[in-house]
Protein backbone atom coordinates (compact mmCIF):
# COMPACT_ATOMS: atom_id res chain seq x y z
CA UNK A 1 0.00 0.00 0.00
CA UNK A 2 1.35 3.60 -1.27
CA UNK A 3 0.43 5.07 2.36
CA UNK A 4 2.51 2.71 4.46
CA UNK A 5 6.32 2.04 4.29
CA UNK A 6 7.63 -1.36 4.10
CA UNK A 7 9.62 -0.86 6.94
CA UNK A 8 6.21 -0.30 9.15
CA UNK A 9 5.07 -2.94 7.93
CA UNK A 10 8.25 -5.47 8.85
CA UNK A 11 9.80 -4.21 12.15
CA UNK A 12 6.82 -5.00 14.69
CA UNK A 13 8.62 -3.77 17.71
CA UNK A 14 9.09 0.41 16.74
CA UNK A 15 8.26 2.17 19.59
CA UNK A 16 5.24 3.13 18.77
CA UNK A 17 4.09 -0.30 18.49
CA UNK A 18 5.85 -0.94 21.44
CA UNK A 19 3.87 1.60 23.05
CA UNK A 20 0.26 0.06 22.02
CA UNK A 21 1.10 -3.67 23.13
CA UNK A 22 2.13 -2.31 26.64
CA UNK A 23 -1.22 -0.28 26.66
CA UNK A 24 -2.86 -4.20 25.33
CA UNK A 25 -0.87 -5.84 28.29
CA UNK A 26 -1.57 -3.38 31.16
CA UNK A 27 -5.73 -4.17 30.23
CA UNK A 28 -5.63 -7.47 29.58
CA UNK A 29 -3.79 -7.69 33.09
CA UNK A 30 -6.17 -5.11 35.58
CA UNK A 31 -8.17 -8.10 36.47
CA UNK A 32 -4.80 -9.94 38.14
CA UNK A 33 -4.65 -6.68 40.51
CA UNK A 34 -7.49 -7.64 42.54
CA UNK A 35 -5.35 -11.10 43.47
CA UNK A 36 -2.20 -9.21 43.77
CA UNK A 37 -3.66 -7.09 46.50
CA UNK A 38 -5.93 -9.58 48.12
CA UNK A 39 -3.00 -12.40 48.40
CA UNK A 40 0.25 -10.77 47.91
CA UNK A 41 1.39 -12.70 44.94
CA UNK A 42 0.65 -12.66 41.47
CA UNK A 43 -1.95 -14.70 39.59
CA UNK A 44 0.43 -15.73 37.53
CA UNK A 45 4.04 -17.74 37.41
CA UNK A 46 5.51 -14.91 35.44
CA UNK A 47 8.78 -16.08 36.54
CA UNK A 48 8.25 -19.63 34.80
CA UNK A 49 9.64 -20.24 31.29
CA UNK A 50 6.68 -20.32 28.71
CA UNK A 51 7.52 -24.71 29.11
CA UNK A 52 6.90 -24.61 32.42
CA UNK A 53 3.74 -22.97 32.20
CA UNK A 54 2.35 -25.11 29.83
CA UNK A 55 3.39 -28.00 31.49
CA UNK A 56 3.25 -27.19 35.13
CA UNK A 57 0.06 -25.23 35.10
CA UNK A 58 -3.94 -26.91 36.05
CA UNK A 59 -5.32 -28.02 32.78
CA UNK A 60 -8.85 -26.92 31.48
CA UNK A 61 -10.65 -29.10 29.43
CA UNK A 62 -9.21 -28.34 26.19
CA UNK A 63 -5.24 -28.15 26.29
CA UNK A 64 -3.06 -25.69 24.63
CA UNK A 65 0.25 -26.95 23.22
CA UNK A 66 3.61 -25.06 23.11
CA UNK A 67 3.44 -24.38 19.41
CA UNK A 68 0.06 -22.17 19.03
CA UNK A 69 0.12 -19.02 17.61
CA UNK A 70 -2.42 -15.99 18.38
CA UNK A 71 -4.53 -14.35 16.68
CA UNK A 72 -6.03 -11.09 18.73
CA UNK A 73 -8.81 -8.64 17.14
CA UNK A 74 -9.48 -6.14 19.91
CA UNK A 75 -11.17 -6.29 23.55
CA UNK A 76 -15.02 -5.95 22.13
CA UNK A 77 -17.54 -7.06 20.26
CA UNK A 78 -18.46 -5.28 16.66
CA UNK A 79 -20.39 -2.07 17.62
CA UNK A 80 -21.03 1.26 16.31
CA UNK A 81 -18.50 3.41 18.52
CA UNK A 82 -18.12 0.75 20.57
CA UNK A 83 -20.92 2.15 22.96
CA UNK A 84 -23.23 -0.80 24.18
CA UNK A 85 -26.00 1.49 24.35
CA UNK A 86 -25.91 1.80 20.25
CA UNK A 87 -24.70 -1.26 19.69
CA UNK A 88 -26.65 -3.95 17.02
CA UNK A 89 -28.06 -6.77 18.03
CA UNK A 90 -27.06 -10.61 18.97
CA UNK A 91 -26.82 -11.45 14.44
CA UNK A 92 -24.82 -8.38 13.89
CA UNK A 93 -22.09 -9.23 16.53
CA UNK A 94 -22.19 -12.87 15.21
CA UNK A 95 -21.45 -11.80 12.06
CA UNK A 96 -18.46 -10.27 13.06
CA UNK A 97 -17.20 -13.10 15.61
CA UNK A 98 -17.93 -15.37 12.70
CA UNK A 99 -15.45 -13.34 10.52
CA UNK A 100 -12.52 -13.06 13.29
CA UNK A 101 -13.12 -16.52 13.66
CA UNK A 102 -12.75 -17.29 10.07
CA UNK A 103 -9.81 -15.06 10.17
CA UNK A 104 -8.21 -17.63 12.73
CA UNK A 105 -8.95 -20.65 11.03
CA UNK A 106 -7.65 -19.23 8.04
CA UNK A 107 -4.38 -18.09 9.68
CA UNK A 108 -4.24 -21.54 11.71
CA UNK A 109 -4.07 -19.35 14.84
CA UNK A 110 -6.18 -19.53 18.33
CA UNK A 111 -8.51 -16.85 18.60
CA UNK A 112 -8.11 -14.48 21.51
CA UNK A 113 -11.85 -13.80 21.85
CA UNK A 114 -13.07 -11.21 23.77
CA UNK A 115 -15.18 -12.40 27.48
CA UNK A 116 -18.00 -9.85 27.30
CA UNK A 117 -20.68 -9.07 24.71
CA UNK A 118 -22.78 -6.03 24.40
CA UNK A 119 -26.25 -5.39 24.70
CA UNK A 120 -28.01 -2.86 23.17
CA UNK A 121 -31.24 -1.73 25.80
CA UNK A 122 -33.48 -2.02 22.79
CA UNK A 123 -32.70 -5.75 22.10
CA UNK A 124 -33.10 -6.48 26.24
CA UNK A 125 -36.70 -5.88 26.66
CA UNK A 126 -38.14 -8.86 29.17
CA UNK A 127 -41.44 -8.30 27.48
CA UNK A 128 -40.04 -11.09 25.10
CA UNK A 129 -40.29 -14.01 28.09
CA UNK A 130 -42.36 -12.48 29.82
CA UNK A 131 -45.70 -12.57 26.87
CA UNK A 132 -48.81 -13.09 27.58
CA UNK A 133 -52.56 -11.84 25.75
CA UNK A 134 -53.16 -9.45 27.87
CA UNK A 135 -50.07 -7.50 29.02
CA UNK A 136 -46.74 -6.20 28.05
CA UNK A 137 -43.69 -4.78 29.91
CA UNK A 138 -41.12 -2.23 29.01
CA UNK A 139 -39.36 -3.43 31.82
CA UNK A 140 -35.62 -4.52 30.95
CA UNK A 141 -32.83 -7.04 31.89
CA UNK A 142 -30.07 -5.49 34.56
CA UNK A 143 -26.76 -4.76 32.56
CA UNK A 144 -25.42 -3.59 29.25
CA UNK A 145 -23.03 -6.47 28.56
CA UNK A 146 -22.89 -10.41 29.74
CA UNK A 147 -20.33 -12.88 29.59
CA UNK A 148 -19.16 -15.01 26.60
CA UNK A 149 -19.41 -18.05 28.42
CA UNK A 150 -22.96 -17.27 29.09
CA UNK A 151 -23.39 -17.58 25.67
CA UNK A 152 -21.38 -19.94 23.99
CA UNK A 153 -19.57 -22.97 24.75
CA UNK A 154 -15.99 -21.94 24.39
CA UNK A 155 -14.58 -25.66 24.38
CA UNK A 156 -17.10 -26.52 21.79
CA UNK A 157 -15.85 -23.59 19.57
CA UNK A 158 -12.22 -24.81 20.16
CA UNK A 159 -13.12 -28.39 18.59
CA UNK A 160 -13.23 -26.02 15.48
CA UNK A 161 -10.98 -23.27 15.67
CA UNK A 162 -9.02 -23.38 19.20
CA UNK A 163 -10.19 -20.00 21.45
CA UNK A 164 -9.06 -18.62 24.80
CA UNK A 165 -10.72 -15.78 26.59
CA UNK A 166 -8.67 -12.75 26.87
CA UNK A 167 -9.37 -12.34 30.74
CA UNK A 168 -7.99 -15.97 30.93
CA UNK A 169 -4.55 -16.82 32.43
CA UNK A 170 -3.05 -18.46 29.47
CA UNK A 171 -3.81 -15.25 27.40
CA UNK A 172 -1.99 -12.92 30.37
CA UNK A 173 0.90 -15.20 30.09
CA UNK A 174 0.81 -15.42 26.36
CA UNK A 175 1.01 -11.37 26.15
CA UNK A 176 4.08 -11.66 29.29
CA UNK A 177 6.27 -14.01 27.16
CA UNK A 178 5.33 -11.83 23.64
CA UNK A 179 7.00 -9.07 25.41
CA UNK A 180 10.27 -10.62 26.33
CA UNK A 181 10.22 -12.13 22.65
CA UNK A 182 10.45 -8.88 21.59
CA UNK A 183 10.39 -8.58 17.47
CA UNK A 184 9.48 -12.57 17.55
CA UNK A 185 6.13 -11.68 19.99
CA UNK A 186 3.85 -9.45 18.51
CA UNK A 187 3.14 -7.34 14.88
CA UNK A 188 0.44 -5.02 14.75
CA UNK A 189 -0.85 -5.51 11.39
CA UNK A 190 -4.33 -3.11 10.45
CA UNK A 191 -4.25 -3.23 6.90
CA UNK A 192 -2.32 -6.16 5.88
CA UNK A 193 -4.10 -8.68 4.40
CA UNK A 194 -4.64 -12.44 5.10
CA UNK A 195 -2.40 -13.99 2.55
CA UNK A 196 0.48 -11.67 3.34
CA UNK A 197 -0.20 -13.04 7.24
CA UNK A 198 0.59 -16.37 5.76
CA UNK A 199 3.87 -15.38 4.70
CA UNK A 200 7.20 -14.69 5.45
CA UNK A 201 7.92 -13.31 9.23
CA UNK A 202 4.60 -12.91 10.17
CA UNK A 203 3.61 -16.86 10.23
CA UNK A 204 6.37 -17.07 12.90
CA UNK A 205 5.17 -14.43 14.90
CA UNK A 206 3.71 -15.43 18.81
CA UNK A 207 0.69 -12.82 18.74
CA UNK A 208 -0.88 -11.18 15.60
CA UNK A 209 -2.63 -8.27 16.66
CA UNK A 210 -5.62 -7.42 13.67
CA UNK A 211 -7.40 -4.73 15.30
CA UNK A 212 -8.25 -3.30 12.11
CA UNK A 213 -11.05 -0.01 12.42
CA UNK A 214 -12.66 1.13 15.69
CA UNK A 215 -16.32 0.86 14.18
CA UNK A 216 -16.14 -2.86 12.58
CA UNK A 217 -14.23 -5.93 13.01
CA UNK A 218 -15.30 -7.16 10.00
CA UNK A 219 -13.81 -4.06 8.18
CA UNK A 220 -11.17 -6.98 6.75
CA UNK A 221 -13.64 -9.41 5.23
CA UNK A 222 -13.93 -8.10 1.94
CA UNK A 223 -15.47 -11.32 1.21
CA UNK A 224 -18.22 -11.95 3.83
CA UNK A 225 -20.92 -11.22 1.63
CA UNK A 226 -19.50 -14.18 -1.09
CA UNK A 227 -20.64 -17.41 -0.04
CA UNK A 228 -18.51 -19.42 -1.58
CA UNK A 229 -15.71 -17.53 0.48
CA UNK A 230 -17.40 -18.53 3.71
CA UNK A 231 -15.47 -21.06 6.02
CA UNK A 232 -17.86 -20.80 8.55
CA UNK A 233 -21.70 -21.77 8.49
CA UNK A 234 -24.28 -19.29 9.78
CA UNK A 235 -25.52 -21.77 11.92
CA UNK A 236 -21.88 -22.70 13.86
CA UNK A 237 -22.19 -19.74 16.31
CA UNK A 238 -26.05 -21.06 16.94
CA UNK A 239 -25.10 -24.47 17.52
CA UNK A 240 -22.03 -22.97 19.27
CA UNK A 241 -24.52 -22.43 22.74
CA UNK A 242 -23.80 -22.82 26.11
CA UNK A 243 -24.53 -26.34 27.61
CA UNK A 244 -26.53 -24.92 30.14
CA UNK A 245 -28.81 -23.37 26.80
CA UNK A 246 -28.64 -26.08 25.38
CA UNK A 247 -29.69 -28.35 27.61
CA UNK A 248 -33.19 -26.18 28.27
CA UNK A 249 -33.34 -26.14 24.31
CA UNK A 250 -33.69 -30.11 24.74
CA UNK A 251 -35.86 -29.96 27.64
CA UNK A 252 -38.17 -27.43 25.84
CA UNK A 253 -38.08 -29.50 22.63
CA UNK A 254 -39.12 -33.08 24.69
CA UNK A 255 -42.16 -31.00 26.00
CA UNK A 256 -43.24 -30.13 22.77
CA UNK A 257 -42.78 -33.19 21.14
CA UNK A 258 -43.28 -33.19 17.49
CA UNK A 259 -44.20 -29.23 16.56
CA UNK A 260 -43.49 -26.63 14.03
CA UNK A 261 -42.10 -22.92 13.82
CA UNK A 262 -41.80 -19.75 12.98
CA UNK A 263 -39.23 -17.03 13.65
CA UNK A 264 -41.44 -13.58 13.30
CA UNK A 265 -38.88 -10.07 12.80
CA UNK A 266 -40.67 -7.32 13.03
CA UNK A 267 -39.69 -4.54 15.90
CA UNK A 268 -36.51 -2.67 14.50
CA UNK A 269 -36.97 -3.66 11.25
CA UNK A 270 -40.19 -2.01 11.10
CA UNK A 271 -38.90 1.42 10.93
CA UNK A 272 -39.74 4.02 8.74
CA UNK A 273 -38.57 7.59 7.74
CA UNK A 274 -40.07 10.48 5.07
CA UNK A 275 -38.55 11.16 1.88
CA UNK A 276 -38.37 14.63 0.71
CA UNK A 277 -41.92 14.41 -0.51
CA UNK A 278 -43.19 13.13 2.92
CA UNK A 279 -43.95 9.94 1.80
CA UNK A 280 -43.22 6.62 4.16
CA UNK A 281 -40.58 4.77 3.40
CA UNK A 282 -39.33 1.17 4.20
CA UNK A 283 -36.30 -0.68 3.51
CA UNK A 284 -38.34 -4.31 3.83
CA UNK A 285 -41.25 -2.57 2.11
CA UNK A 286 -43.56 -6.26 2.19
CA UNK A 287 -42.35 -7.31 6.22
CA UNK A 288 -45.02 -5.79 8.19
CA UNK A 289 -47.65 -7.25 6.14
CA UNK A 290 -46.11 -10.72 5.30
CA UNK A 291 -45.46 -11.35 9.55
CA UNK A 292 -49.09 -10.14 10.62
CA UNK A 293 -51.25 -13.12 11.24
CA UNK A 294 -53.46 -13.42 8.67
CA UNK A 295 -50.51 -13.15 6.05
CA UNK A 296 -48.60 -15.96 7.91
CA UNK A 297 -51.22 -18.46 8.22
CA UNK A 298 -51.57 -17.52 3.98
CA UNK A 299 -47.82 -18.47 3.64
CA UNK A 300 -48.00 -21.38 6.25
CA UNK A 301 -50.96 -23.27 5.62
CA UNK A 302 -49.94 -25.50 2.81
CA UNK A 303 -47.27 -26.89 4.80
CA UNK A 304 -48.17 -26.91 8.15
CA UNK A 305 -51.37 -29.17 8.85
CA UNK A 306 -53.72 -27.61 11.23
CA UNK A 307 -53.90 -29.18 14.29
CA UNK A 308 -50.36 -28.62 14.79
CA UNK A 309 -48.36 -27.46 17.90
CA UNK A 310 -46.50 -24.36 16.38
CA UNK A 311 -43.65 -22.64 18.10
CA UNK A 312 -43.29 -18.63 17.93
CA UNK A 313 -39.99 -17.03 18.43
CA UNK A 314 -40.72 -13.58 17.62
CA UNK A 315 -39.65 -9.97 19.10
CA UNK A 316 -42.82 -8.77 18.88
CA UNK A 317 -43.82 -7.57 22.03
CA UNK A 318 -48.27 -6.75 21.40
CA UNK A 319 -50.19 -8.44 23.58
CA UNK A 320 -52.37 -10.93 21.53
CA UNK A 321 -50.90 -10.66 18.54
CA UNK A 322 -50.83 -13.84 17.01
CA UNK A 323 -53.34 -14.60 18.67
CA UNK A 324 -55.42 -15.75 15.48
CA UNK A 325 -52.53 -18.31 14.44
CA UNK A 326 -54.80 -20.07 17.47
CA UNK A 327 -57.80 -21.04 15.21
CA UNK A 328 -55.69 -23.06 13.16
CA UNK A 329 -52.69 -23.95 15.23
CA UNK A 330 -51.94 -24.78 19.14
CA UNK A 331 -49.52 -21.96 20.05
CA UNK A 332 -46.41 -22.11 21.90
CA UNK A 333 -43.80 -19.51 23.07
CA UNK A 334 -40.81 -19.43 25.24
CA UNK A 335 -42.81 -18.15 28.28
CA UNK A 336 -45.07 -20.80 28.25
CA UNK A 337 -41.75 -23.06 29.18
CA UNK A 338 -40.81 -20.63 32.62
CA UNK A 339 -40.09 -23.59 34.97
CA UNK A 340 -37.40 -24.10 32.38
CA UNK A 341 -36.11 -20.92 31.71
CA UNK A 342 -36.73 -18.75 34.30
CA UNK A 343 -33.47 -20.29 36.57
CA UNK A 344 -31.05 -19.91 33.43
CA UNK A 345 -32.19 -16.57 31.29
CA UNK A 346 -30.30 -13.28 32.70
CA UNK A 347 -31.00 -11.68 29.17
CA UNK A 348 -32.66 -11.78 25.65
CA UNK A 349 -29.43 -12.80 24.05
CA UNK A 350 -29.47 -16.15 26.16
CA UNK A 351 -33.00 -16.40 25.02
CA UNK A 352 -32.23 -16.05 21.57
CA UNK A 353 -29.92 -18.27 21.31
CA UNK A 354 -32.62 -21.36 23.51
CA UNK A 355 -35.39 -19.95 20.52
CA UNK A 356 -33.07 -20.54 17.69
CA UNK A 357 -32.35 -24.37 19.14
CA UNK A 358 -35.66 -24.82 19.68
CA UNK A 359 -36.42 -23.60 16.30
CA UNK A 360 -33.83 -25.34 14.03
CA UNK A 361 -35.27 -28.72 15.91
CA UNK A 362 -38.72 -28.33 14.32
CA UNK A 363 -39.77 -30.19 11.85
CA UNK A 364 -41.20 -27.92 9.39
CA UNK A 365 -39.54 -24.08 10.32
CA UNK A 366 -40.17 -21.10 8.50
CA UNK A 367 -37.68 -18.09 8.83
CA UNK A 368 -38.43 -14.43 8.73
CA UNK A 369 -35.83 -13.64 5.62
CA UNK A 370 -33.91 -16.04 3.33
CA UNK A 371 -30.31 -16.94 4.11
CA UNK A 372 -30.10 -20.21 1.85
CA UNK A 373 -32.17 -20.69 -0.88
CA UNK A 374 -33.55 -24.29 0.70
CA UNK A 375 -34.87 -22.05 3.50
CA UNK A 376 -38.89 -21.50 4.14
CA UNK A 377 -39.46 -17.67 4.51
CA UNK A 378 -42.57 -16.04 5.75
CA UNK A 379 -41.33 -12.73 3.04
CA UNK A 380 -39.91 -12.83 -0.12
CA UNK A 381 -37.86 -8.99 0.84
CA UNK A 382 -34.21 -9.78 1.29
CA UNK A 383 -32.52 -9.90 4.19
CA UNK A 384 -30.23 -6.97 3.05
CA UNK A 385 -31.64 -4.44 1.43
CA UNK A 386 -30.39 -0.18 0.56
CA UNK A 387 -33.04 1.08 -0.69
CA UNK A 388 -35.74 2.58 0.97
CA UNK A 389 -39.54 1.74 -0.68
CA UNK A 390 -42.84 2.49 -0.15
CA UNK A 391 -44.64 -0.46 2.41
CA UNK A 392 -46.82 -2.64 0.82
CA UNK A 393 -49.67 -3.88 2.55
CA UNK A 394 -52.34 -5.94 0.67
CA UNK A 395 -52.08 -8.73 -1.37
CA UNK A 396 -53.81 -6.92 -4.56
CA UNK A 397 -50.91 -4.47 -4.11
CA UNK A 398 -48.25 -7.11 -4.15
CA UNK A 399 -49.48 -8.37 -7.14
CA UNK A 400 -49.10 -5.33 -9.00
CA UNK A 401 -45.63 -4.12 -7.19
CA UNK A 402 -44.68 -8.18 -9.16
CA UNK A 403 -46.76 -7.62 -12.34
Same mark, same amino acid.
Given at each position: MATMSKPQRTKPTSRS?????? %???????? @???? !? /?ISTGKLGLPYQQTLI????? !? @???????????? #????? +???? %? @?? &?? %??? %????????? !?LRCALEEALFLNRTFVMPSGMCINPIHNKKGILNRSDNKTTEEGWVGSSCAMDSLYDIDLISEKIPVILDDSKTWHFVLSTSMELEERGIAHVYGVSRHRLTQSHYSNLLIINRTASPLAWFVECKDRGNRSAVMLPYSFLPNMAAVNLRDAAEKIKAELGDYDAIHVRRGDKLKTRKDRFGVERIQFPHLDRDTRPEFILHRIEKLIPP???? #???????? @?????????? #????? =? =???????DPIIKNNYQLFMVERLVMMGARTYFKTFREYETDLTL????? &? +?? +????? /? #??????KEAAS
Open positions: QRLVLL %CIVIFACL @PLLS !S /VDYFVR !S @PRGKREHTLSEK #YLYWG +NRID %C @PG &KN %CET %CAGLGHQES !SGRTL #YIGSNERT @PGFFSLLAVR #YKLAY =S =SNFSEILTDDPK &K +NK +NWEIP /V #YTMDER
